[in-house]
């Protein structure tokens, strides 16, 4: 019983309470008002300062008028009536009152710290003189041993993403877009090759050996050791060779170019599972040359081929080619098959270990790269190019390693995402950001 | 820890256990699952929302299945936005829950014509793709006069001449406040942006309004989370969304990408409250931080619009209104917003489009859902009549199914055989797409039909059947 009546007690000397605090509160607020009005009279006011600043309690703050720009200019101070001044006084208490309530809680930001012990093997493609080939530039990619762009205080991805220029070795319906540009080159493969590394800073060339392909020009093993050859002359860059997609034609044609070329640390483009694996393999491990394992958008198959592969060659001589299709067209299924095999590895999955190749130029095969739109979609020339470089992006974001590029526009602009992506992450004038909420802009 | 749901044991014993079946499913335990999975809501049982006597239940059920990343609501009186809602950094890890928002820029410097067409451009914007209609979402309402009048007339028309939930855009409370006294209840505008200098001004608008907020700290994470904090714990502000700031180039970027990473895996990895709020991307900077051209600034949006929303922006604002600038967003958006464990895939059969007899065509093609849709929707247009084989290809595409060996002889043979193809059609000729040229050898095989390989896109088919599908060009293969 008597705990009842002392909660009843205590229940209504909280109501009082509460009550005078409302006063008190409607008070300041009433000030605070007239102030900004700069009209001020009060009339039978009795305050105790201390007891204002002291008493004010947690459920009051919601109700309370948190006066910001109240203090009017000290010079009208000065001027101001005795009542004045003393409103004043009373704002600035409620000023100070108010600030407490709504101080700013700093805290700070603590980094992530994800755990990971994987590490991408470094794979290094190309051969210069002193590493037994014939190549300017050679390049290593991989060793990661973080998600990419992850930014962590401490690590500095080991190698970048490296971007190489696709040829043909003859003639191939290409986009309107990619004729522009390299115009007659087109004519002479190697020519296409040269300007693309001279012109457009291809870091290595990719040959398609379309001619090769069995329902086309079915060209030799031989003349496609000659077109290597011609190419290996020409340019000076690291070169990837891509049969054509045939699994028994690829097995010749890989097997003459390796025995021809066994130090250029050229890259093979590529395996796949339904290949007789044996019959290339041994070939390609008795030289310095790099595969791509191609396994479309499934982890599992990615592991059964590299884990086959493995018998023959080293593990820091595979690249690993998900593949990926163009905005709209599968590139989710690539893109998620990217990150997932990139975080297994990291996470110590030793079979999908390796920096991933990335065919650009399937993003030209969506219909809204090269197909004539309402004039509202805009030219299909640059519709066409933004949709190779947004594929590169989404790619590069999963993690890619090299790209095989189509146009030399994406080349350009996957350099600069490079450059800015691998620079420190400290902000230069970061208030100039918000500029945009102000500006007028440029309406198209 | 990330975030992990709830077992089903865990959410069966909070539903009331009645297997009463108004959900559609037999019992309480199978409705369960389908929650944990995200395959249906808690809505969908009656008695849970409605007798009071679950009312504890429900909120505890609430909670064990609350994203880590705070769902906000926009709203229009004709429309609703949600943004964030998100439980994982990665698409595989569940799926991604609501789609990037985009917003599209009206100033309000602008006339009232300029704005009544940029808001006509806005609402019209419209793709089909996959039986889809692709559209933008909300509308930002910048002021540029820092003038409240002119902000709040700005507001006045375009509320009145759009059906999108806005974002008012100012860092002056006032310009906000002059909009807000504008709009109707039914209105839930963003409020864009409480900084380190008008937070308490903005906070104070934001319970008036009761709307949410958002935070903007450029190149200052500590900044942005201690607003979060402030706004959340000391304003009781539930409703944020931060912008740790769209910068471009040297290091700014970087900056950006960490950022938006930083913020995203805090909240779902630690699960740290102040970091669990919808992320806003600004492609829109670059026109005003970017030199050069004005398409040079229209390829840098796009560039940084597919970049964001692949690192997790849940609301993007941008300024480019061109077709393509904004296709392949909205395109990537559909893709990367799909459900990962569901292939997007159609039913394998025959399908009879327009009134195909025996001497009409046999076209071939996988049973991806865009493929099928693309063939489907260009062989209407071409008014063919004609019989189409979906065969099962897992959901993959042509040129992938063909490479992954799923687009085989024996697959077209499956289809024919069970759907009696050969007592409709008289012909016994395939046409199989330009694509899949490879296996043609295959698929003659297995099927015992004759095998045309047809355009490698399927827009080609109208002209490809007229010139092939006459009665002597038949005859001449078929005796071949």
Partial sequence: MSRDRDELRKRQNDEEESKRYAEIAGLLAKIAEALEKGVVELYNIELAFDEVELQIPSSAIETLPIPITITPPPQKVAEAKPETQAAIAIAKTVEIVGKKVVELMRIGFEEPKPNFTGKVVEV???????EGGTRETSFVLGGHELPPYYYLT??????????????????????????????????????????????????????????TDPTLKNASAEEAVKTVDRFLQVVKTPIVVGGSGNPEKDIEVFNAIANAFPSEGLVINSLNLDMALEKVCPNIAKTNAVVIDFSPMSVEKAEEINRKVYTWIPRNRILLDLNIGGIGYGTEYGFTTMERSRLAALLGNELLQHPFNVGAANAWGAREAWMTMDPYWGPKEVRGSLWETLTCVICLLAGADYFMVLHPLTMKVLKSLREYLFSDPKPRDPEKALSWLSTKLPVV | MPWRPPTPIEIYQLLPQTNCGKCGEPNCMAFAVKLINFDTTLEQCPPLIEDKSYAKNLEKLKALLSPPVKEIVLRSPKRVVKIGGEYVLYRHELRYMNPTAIAIDIDDSMDRDSILKRIEAIEKFEYEYVGRKLKLDLIAV???????KQFAKTVQIVAENSTLPLILCSLNPTVIEAGFNVLTQEHRPLIYAATKDNWREMAELAKRYEAPLAIASPGDLDMLVSLAKTLSEGFGISDLALDPGTLIGVNGLAYTVKAFTWLRYKAVYDLWKYAGYPLIGTPISVWSSLEGDVMDKMWWEAILATLLMTRYADLLIMHSIDGWVLLPQVMWRFQLYTDPRKPVAVPSGVREIGKPDEKSPVIVTTNYALTYSIVLSDIEKAKVNAWLVVIDTEGLAVDVSVAARKFTGEKVAEVIKSSELDKKVRHKVLIIPGKAARVSGDVEDATGWKVVVGPVDSSEIGKFIEKMWTENKLKELLSQ
């Fill in chain 1, 124 to 130: 290094k493609i190309g051969a210069t003189k002193s």
């Fill in chain 1, 154 to 211: 401490g690590y500095k991805p080991p190698h970048l993403p490296a971007f190489g220029g696709d040829t043909f070795d003859m003639k191939i319906g290409l986009p309107r877009a990619v004729r522009q540009v390299f115009g007659d080159a087109l004519d002479n493969p190697e020519e296409w090759a040269r300007v693309w590394v001279k012109k457009f800073g291809a870091e290595a060339i990719d040959i398609h050996l379309v001619s």
């Fill in chain 2, 142 to 148: 910048r002021s540029v006069t820092n003038d409240p």
